[in-house]
């Protein structure tokens, strides 16, 4: 049984479905996940991504509507299952069959979702992702800019 990845962040969601969220939330821990250090489940990369999506990225908001439900399809056909459903091996079996561009707008999709997740593990906790600052105390970022302010 998988460990169960409580996020260090649990705002509430703007854009996403419920079942939208866990989608995408599984796509993100296979771009960043949690090892010795917080992932992008427990940074809320997730909320991130919703956030803005209602914001300032709003201009992707529709690729999201339109290739979720592509992608949660492609995966059942391929897997028989929900991608969140998948155990992480499962998760990126499947993963490497769209990221070379089997299916170029899940290629895109993918794409995406990445430069998304990278968005929101690594800025400022003020939009929404890097909960916590996950990934600026993963690279010592926070000790450092504390130990210039004395």
């Known amino acids: 049984m998988a460990a169960v990845a ?7 969601l703007v854009l996403f ?15 960043i996940p949690a090892d010795d250090a917080p992932g ?5 990369v997730v909320f991130y991504i919703d956030k803005q999506l209602a914001g300032p990225l709003k201009r992707y908001q529709p690729a999201y509507q339109r290739s979720i439900p592509l992608f949660r399809s492609a995966c059942r056909e ?3 299952s929900d991608f969140a459903a998948l155990r992480f091996s499962g998760q990126t079996e499947f993963l490497r069959h769209i990221e070379p561009g089997e299916n170029p707008e899940l290629a895109t999709f993918f794409a995406m979702v990445v430069d998304h997740t990278m968005q929101g593990f690594y800025g400022s906790p003020q939009h929404g992702g ?12 926070v000790d450092e800019m504390e130990g210039h302010r004395h």
């Open 6 to 12: 409580t996020p260090l962040y649990a705002g509430p």
């Open 17 to 31: 479905s419920l079942d939208e969220s866990k989608l995408v939330e599984a796509i993100c821990n296979q771009v």
């Open 40 to 44: 992008a489940v427990q940074a809320g």
């Open 78 to 80: 391929r897997t028989g």
């Open 130 to 141: 890097n909960a916590g600052q996950a990934s600026w105390k993963m690279l010592s970022i």
